[in-house]
């Protein structure tokens, strides 16, 4: 890992910037160029940390991305060594301590003080962190967010055996797994198939295959999920070239009807898009699919499934680890940023306080299954 401190001093909108040190001996180098990341690739790589703050998906996530104008990465040194990374929007990297965390925040407040951008945004932070704490309490009142709120994000650790996987489910969910399989293999006799797609020449049939089945499902009517455009398999490419790509699709008279995308990431499966054909449903193919897949994982020693953000039944039954996260926004201290921060409050709360009704009254799942239903077939 280079440890030696750069030391040219710039300042607007070039690539680097250095904050004299304060009190704490510490120094920043702030990175507005892909180029400037590139250059402290040896660092950055040396710290582990989630799929998403890989460097390379990193580069890739703000090249594809049309709203993307520019990267912000701050390095944060102490005592001439490199000690942490702040990737904008995704955390933090190296050293998470609550010195680290303060002197990072610190620098937001003053590139958004300066109007680089009117808001900061940080995905699903552990809201037992340092960076959490400080991120709520460092900014003034107007710039801080009101609406953080933990919520539980899922994780099923794997067994190293295929036996144990079963073992830890539920008597119920086992009873119902073999039910839900013998009425698809009644109803599909030796035509039911199932293929994992991981190289960079399957890309092309496994994105027509999930797209297939993802026009037809409620997430497609939303605008969101699984949508096979060059993007997509821009991204399905660098996955399958960094030997990360997991994609399982499920046949049944060689139709596609379900599948299970994720990456495979330091020794954990990141799930990233599942869908099936609704008129399916009463077989269950996402859950039998999801079912060979993490037979599948559990033979290849992958150690854990990180379900993601939001809550779903699935994720539910299946996680046996359960993190409490929450997504935090910074607003700069002006009136734009003031503005911005009653504008997204407003109607959350709105939100929250109808969900909660609804949530009492036990209408929730029914609005929830009209509301499917009404996307699915409009």
Not at 233 to 238: A, E, I, K
Not at 245 to 269: E, I, Q
């Amino acid at each position: 890992m280079s440890t030696a401190q750069p030391d040219t001093q710039r300042v607007g909108t070039h690539d680097r910037l250095i904050v004299n040190p304060g009190t704490t001996g510490t120094s920043l180098r702030i990175i507005r160029t892909i180029a400037a990341v590139e250059e402290i690739r040896e660092i950055w790589t040396a710290w582990n940390g989630h799929r998403d703050s890989d460097i390379d998906f990193y580069l890739e996530f703000i090249q594809a991305h049309r709203g993307v104008l520019r990267p912000h990465v701050i390095v944060l040194y102490r005592a001439g060594r490199a000690d942490a990374i702040l990737i904008g929007r995704l955390g933090l990297r190296g050293n998470s301590c609550d010195e680290n965390s303060v002197e990072c925040i610190k620098s937001i407040l003053c590139s958004l003080r300066s109007g680089e951008a009117d808001m900061a945004f940080f995905h699903q932070t552990a809201a037992d962190s340092a960076f959490y704490q400080r991120a709520l309490r460092l900014p003034g009142l107007g710039a801080r967010d009101h609406l953080a709120r933990p919520e539980p994000h899922h994780i099923m650790q794997l067994p190293a055996r295929i036996e144990n996987l079963y073992e830890g489910l539920s008597a119920g969910l086992r009873k119902q797994l073999r039910r839900d399989r013998k009425k698809l293999s009644e109803k599909y006799p030796g035509k039911i198939r199932i293929h994992c797609f991981r190289h960079s020449a399957d890309i092309g049939e496994a994105a027509r295959d999930m797209e297939e089945v993802a026009r037809k499902t409620y997430q497609r009517g939303l605008g969101v999920g699984f949508a096979d455009n060059m993007g997509m398999r821009t991204r399905l490419q660098l996955f399958s070239q960094k030997g990360w790509l997991r994609a399982w699709v499920l046949y049944l008279n060689d139709v596609p009807c379900s599948f299970w995308t994720g990456t495979v990431y330091n020794g954990v499966l990141y799930l990233d898009y599942i869908a099936y054909d609704p008129a399916l449903r009463e077989y269950s193919p996402g859950t039998l699919l999801m079912m060979k897949a993490l037979e599948d994982l559990c033979s290849e020693g992958v150690g854990a499934v990180d379900f993601g953000f939001g809550q779903a039944d699935y994720k539910q039954r299946f996680g046996n680890v359960r993190l409490m996260e929450s997504s935090i926004y910074i607003y700069a201290p002006s009136l734009k940023g003031l503005l911005l921060n009653a504008m997204r409050t407003a109607p959350i709360l709105i939100d929250r306080v109808s969900k909660t009704i609804l949530s009492r009254t036990k209408l929730l799942p029914k609005v929830k299954k009209l509301w499917r239903k009404r996307v699915t077939n409009p």
